[in-house]
């Protein structure tokens, strides 16, 4: 883990201990979604925020505010907001939505401490992706403040954050990184390149310490499946540190927060992630802090997607099962393509069933409430069993109840497709989107060939995207 005190040269600035030099990627994580975190305070019996007269979102460390366009054009009755350091990622975030003519949507060029001072409203949503693992502690102070200022009771919060002790192999190979490309030539991402190829090198030389990293061993890999700047604003923050989960419970309960669940859905469930030897052992556990940091330490858990409520209202059996079936449900690739199985750290589970199968076909036409797929005299239990296990596999997720018009917003997206990114989203109407190469999405547009492999996803956006 890297020194808290150090002096930071190259591209971080003195005031914000992050990476600044280069822009981060444009990222979207559905599980920022509203439905979504309705989605796990729901199945884990805790009342979703009221939405029926509109509701306010916000995210923290927003980058270029891929998130906040997608959610703001497909939530019209939704007011949105991004806040992030870097000016230029708000620039290019505001070219995009300007373009796409979003109205509901502001993003802020601040620092979190600003933030905290500033007139915004009491969000029923607060997100933080991908930051709170890489930012000093001050700046994290600063971001639980403006929690606490800024989020609604009832509200709920999503902060993820590489974790461990997922990562204790592997903070070496990160702290070597770091040291490497600290006084290297040139920009962040430069930095980082020599950095990277000078570790590989010390690997294959057979450095032990990289030979028992996971990451290390397969980074070349890696390496090539990213842009550049995803690597270096991971690897090259100064006070990049995994958290324990304890810890991050202790931080949000300090300002009124308490756990709701998971936003990586099946670690909702222990039969889908723990072995039974492992749920025994943790039953002696009684503390649920304590008993959730020991869980991670079977699941060897290295990413955390939390999500947090202030005083969330427990929901009673009938209400849960009724905000289930309330739920808008949506399929994200072409049924033929569908794997009616997972392997989690628990091993293989499948759920090839006619069940599953009849949901897949159903949705296959397009997002439906899991209510209006409940055939008469059907299994109502066993129905949302396979919803829950599709969903946790990505086959299917929570969409918006209302379909949105996103064809201006994919075509200023595809216009935007910077030539270095081969990939872009595809705006769902349900208010999500789907990463596709972008040379595909191109050819779509233009009606131009494409090969054979890909005709089921046309014809799949064809009918529902
Ligand atoms: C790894 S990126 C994640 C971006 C986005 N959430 C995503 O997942 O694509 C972290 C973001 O946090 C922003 N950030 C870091 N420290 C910050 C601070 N103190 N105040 C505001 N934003 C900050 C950075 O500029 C960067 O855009």
Redesign the pocket.
Known sequence: MNLPSRDHPGGVAAD?R?V?DVP?IA?F?AELAPEWLDLVATINGFAAPARADGFAWC?L???PG?APIIFAATHPEGEFHG????PD?IARGEAVASRAGIGNLTLHA???ETACGRDLPQFDYITA???YA??DET?AA?LRRFIERHLKPGGLVYISYNSMPGWASDGPFQHLLYALAEDGAGDSIARFAAAAEAAEKLREAGAAALAASPTAVGFKDERAKRPEAYFA?EYLCPAWRPRYVDEVRRDMAAIGLSPVGSATLRDNFDSFVLRAKAREALEAIADPDRRELARDYFMFQRFRRDVFGLSPRPLDDDERRAGLFATTFALLRPPSLVEYKMTTEAGDLAFDNPVARGLVAKLGAGPRRLQDCLEPGADAQDLLANTLSLCCSGAVRPVAARAAPVDRLNTVLLEALDANNETTFRVMPHGTALRFDGQILVALRDGKPLPDKVAPWVEFLNRVG
């Open positions: 914000i992050y600044t981060y990222g994580t995210e460390g927003c980058g891929m806040i992030d350091a870097m990622h601040l620092d979190f992706h991908g930051v890489w930012i700046a600063s604003h």
